[in-house]
């Protein structure tokens, strides 16, 4: 840890907190525990674009520099929804000058080995360079965003998409278009970006917002801007230094602050990182309500309107995106729904995986990361208890009977003589 602090003991958290760069607070709000990771999970698996848009995948496309991690963030939500870390898409080293990727990609993500394939797209695309003629061609975005462009599509930075390309889609329908488009910055390298490179982005995001496509820029490689992100990644929404950066990049690119989202993909990890997730599974789920926000721009657009279909959906996504009726609060935890993936819990000090009935769950002991909003700074540990359901009781039937009045005091409980009171029977 930075300045001597050691993760996981009281004196070494404490220090950490106090250490220069650290706010008080978060400045955006997040909940850093398993709960949250599983829900976003379970409310991303259930994603599915408006069935009266006619689109099955909504469509991610990621555009950047040569070296960001486009390619690595796809990895990492693959690596998330397999519970394993991956490498489907290739990757470059550091020392790459060209882009390691060279074709129009569509990605698709699959909810385990055997699972379901769910309902977005990520594609991945070849690296911009500052140069002209080299890397991605901005000049050939356009095709892209109008869905002319087939999968698996060769680049050529001299340009090479045309009419007369085998595969050119003439006649493109919205599910061939792109839905929500994602420039990747490096934070190392936010400060120092060239006005060549500026220039392309800025004409890049012209043709992106004529189309009224929702712009989202991800910034990655947090854990190498900031001291205390390196050691936590929890701790990126009180830094200051990559608040900063936050803000520069939204200022550079031209677009709300609260459009930028900061994520680590996994480059060195063999296994899965839960705060790591957290912040790549927000990060795709803002771009999964802004696709939404494009779709129904799209129904205007096509004179069609929005119609409330005559049996609402019950998904998870659209349970989770919907006002309730009764005013109560949204219930963020189920411990009756599918097990918890705890496949992350060998790298938290202190940690221990349980089987239970319900699948694998997760202990803590003394862990040095913020785990809930109402955890104070202060606080050196978090122990987040799980208790195992026990074994199979016999069956108990409950009667409701008219309880005499009074009614004496049971277990130092005194029940109300007016209301009826459920006496348990065995079966």
């Given at each position: 840890m930075g300045n001597g602090a050691t993760k996981g003991t009281p004196g070494g958290k404490l220090k950490l907190l106090t250490s220069g760069g650290l706010m008080k607070n978060h400045w955006r709000a997040i909940t850093w525990d398993e709960q949250t990771r599983y829900q976003l999970i379970e409310t991303i698996k259930e994603y599915k674009p408006l069935g009266q848009v006619g689109v099955q995948f909504a469509k991610i496309l990621l555009l950047g520099h040569v070296n960001v991690g486009k390619s690595s963030f796809f990895n990492t939500i693959n690596s998330i929804f397999r519970n394993h870390v991956t490498a489907q898409a290739p990757v470059g080293s550091p020392r790459d000058q060209r882009s390691v990727t060279t074709k129009m990609r569509g990605y698709q993500v699959r909810n385990g080995r055997e699972g379901k394939v769910l309902n977005f797209k990520v594609v991945d695309t070849m690296?911009?360079?500052?140069?002209?003629?080299?890397?991605?061609?901005?000049?050939?975005?356009?095709?892209?965003?109008?869905?002319?462009?087939?999968?698996?599509?060769?680049?050529?930075?001299?340009?090479?998409?045309?009419?007369?390309?085998?595969?050119?889609?003439?006649?493109?329908?919205?599910?061939?278009?792109?839905?929500?488009?994602?420039?990747?910055?490096?934070?190392?390298?936010?400060?120092?970006?060239?006005?060549?490179?500026?220039?392309?982005?800025?004409?890049?995001?012209?043709?992106?917002?004529?189309?009224?496509?929702?712009?989202?820029?991800?910034?990655?490689?947090?854990?190498?801007?900031?001291?205390?992100?390196?050691?936590?990644?929890?701790?990126?929404?009180?830094?200051?230094?990559?608040?900063?950066?936050?803000?520069?990049?939204?200022?550079?690119?031209?677009?709300?602050?609260?459009?930028?989202?900061?994520?680590?993909?996994?480059?060195?990890?063999?296994?899965?990182?839960?705060?790591?997730?957290?912040?790549?599974?927000?990060?795709?789920?803002?771009?999964?309500?802004?696709?939404?926000?494009?779709?129904?721009?799209?129904?205007?657009?096509?004179?069609?309107?929005?119609?409330?279909?005559?049996?609402?959906?019950?998904?998870?996504?659209?349970?989770?995106?919907?006002?309730?009726?009764?005013?109560?609060?949204?219930?963020?935890?189920?411990?009756?729904?599918?097990?918890?993936?705890t496949a992350v819990a060998g790298r938290i000090p202190g940690a221990s995986v349980q089987n239970t009935p319900l699948g694998k769950s997760i202990l803590m002991g003394n862990v040095g990361t913020p785990v809930g909003k109402t955890a104070s700074p202060e606080k050196q540990a978090v122990l987040m208890e799980v208790e195992e359901e026990e074994p199979d009781e016999p069956e108990v039937k409950k009667l409701e009977v008219e309880a005499p009045s009074p009614v004496k005091p049971t277990n130092g409980i005194c029940a109300s003589p007016s209301q009826p009171q459920p006496l348990e029977v065995a079966a």
């Open positions: 690296g911009i360079e500052e140069e002209k003629r080299k890397g991605f061609e901005p000049s050939e975005l356009s095709y892209l965003l109008d869905g002319h462009v087939p999968d698996n599509h060769q680049f050529d930075p001299s340009g090479n998409i045309s009419g007369e390309m085998p595969g050119f889609v003439k006649l493109p329908k919205l599910q061939d278009k792109v839905h929500c488009c994602v420039f990747v910055l490096d934070a190392n390298s936010i400060t120092g970006m060239s006005e060549a490179l500026l220039n392309k982005l800025s004409d890049m995001r012209a043709k992106i917002t004529s189309r009224g496509i929702p712009l989202i820029v991800l910034v990655t490689k947090v854990d190498k801007a900031c001291n205390q992100t390196c050691q936590d990644v929890s701790l990126v929404y009180r830094s200051n230094h990559i608040q900063h950066l936050i803000a520069l990049a939204g200022t550079k690119i031209g677009i709300p602050v609260s459009h930028v989202l900061p994520v680590k993909n996994y480059t060195h990890e063999i296994e899965l990182d839960p705060w790591v997730d957290i912040l790549a599974l927000s990060a795709l789920q803002q771009m999964l309500r802004f696709t939404d926000n494009y779709f129904d721009e799209c129904l205007v657009q096509y004179g069609k309107g929005y119609t409330q279909p005559e049996k609402t959906s019950n998904d998870l996504w659209t349970r989770n995106t919907t006002m309730r009726t009764n005013n109560q609060p949204k219930q963020a935890w189920q411990s009756s729904s599918a097990a918890t993936p």
